[in-house]
């Protein structure tokens, strides 16, 4: 089976601090990894995912995600922390060999950066 | 452009009744699914279709029922055998093409509220 955990339910950090949202993960085989940001009353939205490749991922406003098979974490990073980047973010899962079996998503972490 | 359109935003529902949220996507994507997001407890899967005239039920599909007649368009229904429909409902859909390479679009929600 697969699952997420998203071990912070909320993650407080200054403007221009760096921030760091947590993801593990648990699948059999090789993983795809994606995170997600949701603002108030949205929809998701892509930030970046890992399919192969280097472990060091770039994504959308600035943010990155580090994957590391030994630890089995997708960790969330941005080096400076906007205000506009306080929302809620999603990490997901699948496993490589699965087929076409939906993601299955964390329970969601809630960032609030604080000027 | 491109997009998943999720109808109505805001929806009420009397105790009893069944009601119908609307999700409509002209990405051409395969593969479309029904998640419910409640304070707290993340995306939980509800029902999800990768082909016309097929679908598979999520991790909680009961109170719930869905169509899929055509590729564009995937109806759910919340019937009066679900109980606790209170929630935000969200619509997402991917292609196949490449399985597992794409994350998720995701609609802008329809907030379900039992009055």
């Known amino acids: 089976a697969q699952s997420v955990a998203q071990p912070e339910d909320q993650v407080n950090v200054a403007e221009g601090n760096p921030l760091t949202v947590k993801c593990t993960y648990s699948?059999?085989?090789?993983?795809?990894l994606f995170w997600y940001v949701q603002y108030p009353n949205r929809g998701l939205q892509f930030l970046l995912k890992y399919i192969t490749g280097d472990n060091l991922v770039k994504g959308s406003y600035g943010f990155e995600a580090e994957f590391n098979k030994s630890q089995t974490s997708f960790h969330l990073k941005k080096p400076s922390a906007l205000v506009s980047d306080s929302a809620l973010y999603f990490c997901?899962?699948?496993?490589?060999?699965?087929?076409?079996?939906?993601?299955?998503f964390g329970k969601g972490t809630r960032l609030s950066v604080i000027a | 452009d491109g997009g998943i359109t999720q109808s109505p935003k805001y929806l009420f529902r009397k105790e009893g009744q069944n009601v119908t949220l609307s999700c409509e996507q002209n990405l051409n994507h395969d593969a479309m699914y029904w998640y419910r997001q409640d304070p707290g407890q993340g995306l939980r899967l509800i029902y999800y279709?990768?082909?016309?005239?097929?679908?598979q039920k999520g991790d909680i599909a009961e109170g719930y029922s869905v169509s899929r007649e055509k590729k564009e368009s995937f109806p759910l229904t919340v019937t009066s055998a679900q109980k606790n429909p209170t929630a935000f409902y969200l619509c997402?859909?991917?292609?196949?093409?490449?399985?597992?390479?794409?994350?998720?679009?995701f609609g802008s929600g329809t907030r379900l509220t039992v009055v």
């Open positions: 279709s990768q082909i016309v005239n097929d679908f």
């Open positions: 699948v059999s085989g090789n993983p795809y």
């Open positions: 997901a899962v699948r496993a490589l060999n699965s087929g076409n079996t939906p993601l299955v």
């Open positions: 997402a859909s991917t292609p196949l093409t490449v399985p597992g390479d794409y994350g998720y679009t």
